[in-house]
């Protein structure tokens, strides 16, 4: 994967040379609990913010860390909201 995930439980989840043990999965966790009204992708973007997330070009790296955001989930050490929400209909 680019931008590099590992998973290791005995040393928790490396993200860009960024370890991920309880201190940072309990940050992540706050992030969700003040923004948890967001969609997953907002939540992503906030996340990369606050640990410095960015591309070579200077853009938020939001969708590799909305991968890693539902590794986490999927493993349960986060609760994500639910899926995207749907774009309000403009045609009506």
């Not at 706050?30 to 923004?35: A, D, N, T, V």
């Not at 955001?69 to 986060?78: F, H």
Request: charged share 30%; with cysteine; glycine share 10%.
């Amino acid at each position: 994967m680019a931008g590099g995930r590992r998973v290791h439980p005995e040393r928790g989840v490396v993200f860009w040379r960024t370890v991920l043990r309880k201190a940072e999965i309990l940050e992540i966790r706050h992030l969700i609990r003040l923004h948890g009204d967001r969609t997953q992708t907002e939540i992503a973007r906030r996340v990369c913010r606050h640990f410095g997330w960015y591309l070579p070009s200077g853009g938020l790296a939001a969708r590799a860390v909305l991968d890693v955001l539902r590794c986490l989930a999927a493993r349960g050490y986060i609760r994500l909201p639910r899926g995207q929400r749907e774009a309000p209909n403009k045609a009506a």
